[in-house]
């Protein structure tokens, strides 16, 4: 009989405890639930608006009218003043977008896209010299750029890393003849500065992928296309 | 008391006059008031007056507001447009996350939901500060897999591109996707406790069911942060879902430092 109470003592003591936990746990859901806010509107609703301009004694309302309608007048000026400024960083017509994660080279005139081409840009690979204390990184540098040199049948002048990373020994005149190898860049260049390049490439079958060395690589007719839609100044977006 | 029946007496002159009197009262309080017709006009002319004044008030309060918060909006973007690195806008008024560079917009990706909460308490849950909006926030962290850039080997780097190499396969040659394993569900931290959860989920119709067990996952299973940090160092959250591929393929375009703003619903277009 003892055991029997003792029994059914524990488990009401548990149940009232699990119901407990249940009922506080279930609360604190629905609060988070409740409480995850869609987000507000910063700007006050129109009810809000009219009982503020109801609130206003009648005596007081033409003077806070026109104190109203000077603020309103000021803040337009200051806002045209805000355009012209940000106006100045307009993108030029047209413009190219480079995209390194999708490998995509946008034109875009207008903010509409007129042209887009499938491009490879940097692998993001590390290569150390093994002789002295350099080292580079193969990526696309990302931000604002602008064409700054058109080139036709660009002659390539291999840099050091690129005899480094084939085990050859680096010349040590910069005009060594071994350093200029012709064809490798495609029938056309768009120099974008410190160096890189928009330019044509042997790899097509790797076209789509992140394999160079820092440049943009673009199939022989895109290549043309943009060479011929981008003239000297052109904004260069890369991200 | 006179006997004349000519002379009457005094009384009868008193009520005779008192009754005249309440006569003339009577007939007095039966016709209607004369007011002057300009101060009639006037009283209604002045309601209507107010009336006005109050809604062209209201208006321009309006006007106020919105004005207030394109500046703010304005002025945020001048100053991240001064630099050339991209940064993030958060719009979460139309649902998108923009990559900007100087005013431009490089790259948008659509949004499927948007959630914001306050500071996390054990029983319930704050609402953001108001003013959380009203500043640019900078990435400091995002979880995820650690990337270790690959290091070339001096002698073997050229020899993977070559086309001419007859025995050089791709991995595109045989099928094999390309790049790396990137996350779809991930936290970036931004500068004082500002932090983006983006949840890559299969787009489509969910059940009910669906829908239910993902938002009671959302609540107990908060999302992880980059390494070291606490979810109660967090003020702001904001809970992004989006298309599973957007997200992951947004991942690599996030780095340390870079800049971040929010626009809001209600908030003039930039």
């Given at each position: 009989?003892?055991?029997?109470?003792?029994?059914?003592?524990?488990?009401?003591?548990?149940?009232?405890?699990?119901?407990?936990?249940?009922?506080?746990?279930?609360?604190?859901?629905?609060?988070?639930?409740?409480?995850?806010?869609?987000?507000?509107?910063?700007?006050?609703?129109?009810?809000?608006?009219?009982?503020?301009?109801?609130?206003?004694?009648?005596?007081?309302?033409?003077?806070?009218?026109?104190?109203?309608?000077?603020?309103?007048?000021?803040?337009?000026?200051?806002?045209?003043?805000?355009?012209?400024?940000?106006?100045?960083?307009?993108?030029?017509n047209?413009?190219?977008?480079?995209?390194?994660?999708?490998?995509?080279?946008?034109?875009?005139?207008?903010?509409?896209?007129?042209?887009?081409a499938?491009?490879?840009?940097?692998?993001?690979?590390?290569?150390?010299?093994?002789?002295?204390?350099?080292?580079?990184?193969?990526?696309?540098?990302?931000?604002?750029?602008?064409?700054?040199?058109?080139?036709?049948?660009p002659?390539?002048?291999?840099?050091?890393?690129?005899?480094?990373?084939?085990?050859?020994?680096?010349?040590?005149?910069?005009?060594?003849?071994e350093?200029?190898?012709?064809?490798?860049?495609?029938?056309?260049?768009?120099?974008?500065?410190?160096?890189?390049?928009?330019?044509?490439?042997?790899?097509?079958?790797?076209?789509?992928?992140?394999?160079?060395?820092?440049?943009?690589?673009?199939?022989?007719?895109?290549?043309?296309?943009?060479?011929?839609?981008?003239?000297?100044?052109?904004?260069i977006?890369?991200? | 008391?006179?006997?004349?029946?000519?002379?009457?007496?005094?009384?009868?002159?008193?009520?005779?006059?008192?009754?005249?009197?309440?006569?003339?009262?009577?007939?007095?309080?039966?016709?209607?008031?004369?007011?002057?017709?300009?101060?009639?006009?006037?009283?209604?002319?002045?309601?209507?007056?107010?009336?006005?004044?109050?809604?062209?008030?209201?208006?321009?309060?309006?006007?106020k507001?919105?004005?207030?918060?394109?500046?703010?909006?304005?002025?945020?973007?001048?100053?991240?447009?001064?630099?050339?690195?991209?940064?993030?806008?958060?719009?979460?008024?139309?649902?998108?996350?923009?990559?900007?560079?100087?005013?431009?917009?490089?790259?948008?990706?659509?949004?499927?939901?948007?959630?914001?909460?306050?500071?996390?308490?054990?029983?319930?849950?704050?609402?953001?500060?108001?003013?959380?909006?009203?500043?640019?926030?900078?990435?400091?962290?995002?979880?995820?897999?650690?990337?270790?850039?690959?290091?070339?080997?001096?002698?073997t780097?050229?020899?993977?591109?070559r086309?001419?190499?007859?025995?050089?396969?791709?991995?595109e040659?045989?099928?094999?996707?390309?790049?790396?394993?990137?996350?779809?569900?991930?936290?970036?931290?931004?500068?004082?406790?500002?932090?983006?959860?983006?949840?890559?989920?299969?787009?489509?119709?969910?059940?009910w069911?669906?829908?239910?067990?993902?938002?009671?996952?959302?609540?107990?299973?908060?999302?992880?942060?980059?390494?070291?940090?606490?979810?109660?160092?967090?003020?702001?959250?904001?809970?992004?879902?989006?298309?599973?591929?957007?997200?992951?393929?947004?991942y690599?375009?996030?780095?340390?430092?870079?800049?971040?703003?929010?626009?809001?619903?209600?908030?003039?277009?930039?």
């Amino acid at each position: 009989m003892r055991g029997f109470i003792r029994r059914t003592l524990r488990t009401g003591l548990l149940l009232l405890v699990g119901g407990a936990v249940a009922f506080f746990a279930a609360g604190w859901l629905r609060t988070s639930l409740d409480r995850r806010t869609h987000p507000r509107q910063v700007v006050p609703a129109a009810e809000a608006v009219a009982l503020a301009a109801a609130a206003i004694p009648g005596a007081d309302l033409p003077d806070a009218l026109a104190r109203l309608d000077r603020e309103v007048r000021a803040l337009t000026s200051q806002m045209l003043a805000l355009d012209r400024k940000l106006l100045r960083y307009r993108p030029t017509n047209p413009y190219i977008v480079v995209d390194t994660v999708a490998n995509r080279l946008l034109v875009r005139n207008d903010g509409k896209t007129v042209r887009e081409a499938i491009c490879s840009t940097g692998s993001g690979k590390v290569l150390d010299d093994p002789a002295g204390g350099r080292s580079w990184t193969f990526s696309t540098p990302r931000g604002e750029f602008h064409v700054t040199n058109r080139l036709d049948n660009p002659l390539w002048r291999k840099p050091d890393w690129a005899f480094i990373e084939e085990g050859e020994p680096v010349p040590t005149r910069h005009d060594a003849v071994e350093r200029f190898t012709e064809g490798a860049l495609g029938e056309y260049a768009l120099a974008f500065g410190d160096g890189y390049l928009i330019h044509g490439t042997l790899y097509t079958r790797l076209l789509g992928r992140s394999v160079t060395h820092g440049c943009v690589r673009l199939g022989p007719i895109d290549l043309k296309a943009v060479y011929d839609e981008s003239p000297l100044r052109t904004d260069i977006f890369v991200f | 008391m006179s006997s004349d029946p000519r002379q009457t007496s005094p009384w009868s002159h008193r009520l005779l006059g008192a009754g005249l009197l309440a006569a003339a009262v009577g007939a007095g309080a039966a016709l209607p008031p004369t007011t002057p017709p300009a101060t009639q006009g006037s009283s209604t002319a002045a309601t209507q007056d107010s009336a006005v004044l109050r809604q062209r008030y209201a208006m321009l309060l309006q006007k106020k507001f919105l004005l207030d918060r394109e500046k703010k909006l304005k002025e945020l973007q001048l100053a991240l447009a001064g630099d050339d690195a991209p940064y993030l806008l958060f719009d979460l008024a139309d649902a998108e996350i923009r990559i900007i560079i100087r005013t431009t917009a490089v790259h948008t990706i659509p949004l499927e939901r948007v959630e914001i909460e306050g500071e996390r308490r054990l029983f319930s849950a704050v609402d953001p500060p108001p003013d959380w909006a009203n500043r640019t926030y900078h990435l400091t962290g995002k979880s995820g897999p650690p990337r270790q850039a690959e290091r070339i080997v001096p002698g073997t780097g050229a020899a993977k591109t070559r086309d001419d190499n007859p025995r050089a396969v791709t991995p595109e040659m045989l099928g094999l996707p390309a790049g790396e394993d990137l996350p779809e569900r991930y936290t970036l931290l931004f500068d004082d406790g500002m932090a983006v959860t983006l949840d890559g989920v299969e787009t489509g119709e969910t059940s009910w069911l669906e829908r239910g067990i993902t938002k009671i996952t959302d609540v107990l299973t908060p999302p992880e942060l980059p390494t070291g940090d606490r979810a109660n160092s967090v003020r702001v959250w904001v809970r992004l879902r989006l298309a599973r591929e957007l997200s992951r393929s947004l991942y690599p375009s996030l780095f340390t430092g870079m800049r971040a703003m929010f626009r809001m619903p209600g908030d003039p277009r930039l």
